[in-house]
Nanobody, 120 residues
């Protein structure tokens, strides 16, 4: 059974940094696009950053220049380095995998989420 397990959330002061990690079990990682999403109370889940199987990255405008997504295919792990954190970054952060199945289709997997709280 494929699982995504996040770690690294916690409480940090504004301006600080955190590094989230997501470990994928099973043989899906190297062929999957991996992403980080977040959901704050009362808000919809939104994309934070994404990295394709080939290493192409894209970021939401609100994190550009502050967050960096990276993947380690040898360890089946994706990281999100978050710097210059702001109180508005407070949310539950979810790891996402887009596992290709048939051409043009993919299976979407989610981790359980990790809470990031940024105090002012």
């Amino acid at each position: 059974q494929v699982q995504l397990v996040e770690s690294g959330g916690g409480l940090v002061q504004a301006g600080g940094s955190l590094r989230l990690s997501c470990a994928a079990s099973g043989s899906i990682f190297s062929r999957s696009a991996m992403g980080w999403y977040r959901q704050a109370p009362g808000n919809q889940r939104e994309l934070v950053a994404r990295v394709t199987s080939g290493g192409t990255t894209n970021y939401a405008d609100f994190v550009k220049g502050r967050f960096t997504i990276s993947r380690d295919n040898a360890k089946d792990t994706v990281h999100l380095q978050m710097n210059s954190l702001k109180p508005e970054d407070t949310a539950v952060y979810y790891c996402n995998a887009e596992v290709p199945t048939t051409p043009g289709r993919y299976l979407e997997l989610w981790g359980q989420g990790t809470l990031v709280t940024v105090s002012s």
